[in-house]
């Protein structure tokens, strides 16, 4: 006879159905990286390619071929495509296992909780992408700034490895700075950082960014900085707006909520 299996009314998990639930969940995860993992490795000359467009097209302005990709081995090259599917693999398939994080995270949430968390979900996604595309837009002319120092009579020969990683490093970058308003929004939401604050302290802000451009962006010149700093600068007014629209809207809603409050006291929770 089969045993029947009983719920509990106030939809609690035993600590072993918490580690079911997560090792479905990073399964699904496994599975929808090395499923998409067949496309980046499918369109791996297209994406070594354009990775190595702006090395070959510095060594056609120069005339030599003094200026190109090195592999310090013969298996550095199955590697390299390897490490390519997987990155491909990981970005594209990253509104499943960052959904599954969600999904895991959901339950222990209230209703009103799991709605707000389901829009920065639908929102981060597009901006991830959006600073990823910025940053194959300007990797580039990145590349060619820095090798447009190299010596004439000199040659230039960049680790295959390194100069990947050196990309991937870059679009990881970008994609996680266009993800600076959901965090802003975020905290506002939740009664942490406040609309007048975020206003008031632009000019932190703007130094924070500016040092972060600097150090995820390894040009020596300030147009890469700037390229990476200005939409992120952009997206934190854009931020500043939403919070004060969120902010009159909870004011509608809770007249006098705001009231009496000093500078330096916190605001309640939504």
Not at 51 to 80: C, H, K, S, Y
Not at 241 to 258: C, I, M, T
Request: hydrophobic share 55%; aromatic share 14%.
């Amino acid at each position: 006879m089969a045993r029947a299996t009983t719920r509990d009314p106030e939809g609690r998990m035993s600590l072993g159905q918490h580690f079911k639930e997560l090792r479905n969940r990073l399964l699904i995860s496994c599975i929808a990286i090395a499923a998409l993992a067949v496309v980046g490795w499918y369109w791996y000359d297209e994406i070594f390619a354009f990775v190595n467009g702006p090395i070959a097209r510095v060594a056609r302005e120069r005339g030599d071929d003094e200026v190109m990709l090195r592999f310090q081995n013969i298996t550095e090259p199955f590697a390299m495509q390897l490490r390519v599917a997987v990155f491909s693999g990981i970005v594209l398939a990253s509104p499943v296992w960052i959904w599954q994080v969600w999904a895991f995270l959901l339950p222990g949430l209230h209703q009103r909780e799991k709605k707000i968390a389901l829009v920065y979900f639908f929102i981060s996604i597009p901006l991830f992408f959006a600073g990823a595309a910025m940053a194959a837009f300007t990797f580039p002319r990145l590349v060619a700034i820095l090798l447009g120092f190299t010596p004439e009579g000199a040659a230039n020969l960049p680790g295959a490895q390194e100069f990947l990683s050196l990309w991937l490093y870059f679009m990881l970058a970008f994609g996680l700075a266009f993800l600076l308003p959901v965090v802003l929004v975020a905290l506002n939401q939740v009664g942490i950082l406040s609309a007048r604050n975020m206003r008031r302290s632009w000019r932190v802000t703007l130094f924070a960014i500016l040092v972060f451009s600097a150090f995820m962006t390894p040009d020596p010149s300030a147009w890469t900085m700037l390229a990476m700093a200005a939409p992120v600068f952009f997206l934190f007014w854009c931020a500043v707006g939403v919070a004060f629209l969120l902010e009159r809207r909870r004011e509608r809603k809770n007249p006098g909520r705001y009231a009496g409050l000093a500078p330096d006291q916190p605001t309640p929770l939504p």
